[in-house]
């Protein structure tokens, strides 16, 4: 079964940087991957889940929403099945769960999703 696990989840103060993990577990998770998506989403309290950040799992191209365009960076490393979202210049409106997700490049369904990491940007 492969799995998303994510971690580097923290408290960070207003300003400050944090690079969250996402990474693939299962024995075939690299090929399992090869024609997906994986997307990054938060949730804050009291609001609806948002996408964040997506890249290609084997293919180029990025997509980031508006709100964090020109902080956040997403990008992958297929070697350790891993995907980042690097996120700088954070700001009290970040704090959330972080989520990652994969689906098949082209579709609307994520058929995996990881349990998800706290961050926490203080004022």
């Known amino acids: 079964q492969v799995q998303l696990v994510e971690s580097g989840g923290g408290l960070v103060q207003d300003g400050g940087s944090l690079r969250l993990s996402c990474t693939a577990s299962?024995?075939?998770?690299?090929?399992?991957?090869?024609?997906?998506?994986i997307s990054w989403f938060r949730r804050a309290p009291g609001k609806e889940r948002e996408i964040v950040a997506a890249?290609?799992?084997?293919?180029?191209?990025?997509y980031y929403a508006d709100p964090v365009k020109g902080r956040f960076s997403v990008s992958r490393d297929n070697d350790k099945k891993t995907v980042y979202l690097q996120m700088s210049n954070l700001k009290s409106e970040d704090t959330a769960v972080y989520y990652c997700?994969?689906?098949?490049?082209?579709?609307?369904?994520?058929?995996?999703w990881g349990q998800g990491t706290q961050v926490t940007v203080s004022s």
């Open positions: 890249v290609g799992w084997t293919h180029d191209g990025t």
């Open positions: 997700a994969a689906k098949i490049r082209g579709s609307s369904e994520y058929k995996v």
């Open positions: 299962g024995r075939s998770a690299s090929n399992y991957f090869s024609n997906y998506v």
